[in-house]
């Protein structure tokens, strides 16, 4: 089973700032990685795919990068709305697919 | 639009069994794979099953392998979760999930908003 890491497991960042989190597989993924965020009382939405490929209607200051074991999830500038937990997941070990533990991002 | 419902959730008892449904819509649903994803209260995300659109392919994560069976009827645009020997530690919200493209290796796009789980005496 292909094992996800995060880190950091909390990031706290005021508003308008930057966030960097990291995202790491115990073997390579190639680009199959995707991050989701989740909101409390909410279902998981798809933010990037493919390791840095927005999905439909996600706002430009997200982006993804990497391939491989290491990934990163940037923020550029954090809104209200951005406090939330991300979570990595692999989907190359089909149909064994798993996520990281995730990182929560609250307001400094 | 997608719309995925889940359904069958409830209190169980240890042992015993119960069989989850998430019914499908607003897209081509034997187009997809599909999978089932649960979160214990105040934990992460653990993938439970994923089912390819055909049903040729499934996988089970090693938590539930044995005591799990995903399924799925594309006639009904259904997916389904037999769970049997329910443990304490399958007490979760369990999360529908629908592939984001037709190839197997595909994140998961749109979620249902889960039925919970209990499995307490």
């Known amino acids: 089973e292909i094992v996800m890491t995060q880190s950091p497991a909390t990031l706290s960042v005021s508003p308008g700032e930057r966030a960097t989190l990291s995202c790491r597989a115990s073997q390579s993924v190639s680009s199959n990685l995707a991050w989701y965020q989740q909101k409390p009382g909410q279902a998981p939405r798809l933010l990037i795919y493919?390791?840095?490929t927005r999905a439909t209607g996600i706002p430009a200051r997200f982006s993804g990068s990497g391939s491989g074991t290491e990934f990163t999830l940037t923020i550029s500038s954090l809104q209200s709305e951005d406090f939330a937990v991300y979570y990595c997941q692999q989907y190359n070990n089909w149909p064994r697919f798993t996520f990281g533990p995730g990182t929560k991002v609250d307001i400094k | 639009e997608v719309q995925l419902v889940e359904s069958g959730g409830g209190l169980v008892q240890p042992g015993r069994s119960l069989r989850l449904s998430c019914a499908a819509s607003?897209?081509?649903?034997?187009?997809?794979?599909m999978h089932w994803v649960r979160q214990a209260p105040g934990k992460g995300l653990e993938w439970v099953s994923g089912i390819s659109w055909n049903s040729g392919s499934i996988g089970y994560a090693d938590s539930v392998k044995g005591r799990f069976t995903i399924s799925r009827d594309n006639a009904k645009n259904s997916l389904y979760l037999q769970m049997n020997s329910l443990r304490a530690e399958d007490t979760a919200l369990y999360y529908c999930?629908?592939?984001?493209?037709?190839?197997?290796?595909?994140?998961?796009?749109?979620w249902g908003q889960g039925t919970l789980v209990t499995v307490s005496s």
């Open positions: 493919g390791a840095s």
């Open positions: 607003g897209f081509t649903f034997d187009d997809y794979a």
């Open positions: 999930a629908k592939g984001h493209s037709g190839s197997y290796y595909s994140s998961f796009d749109y």
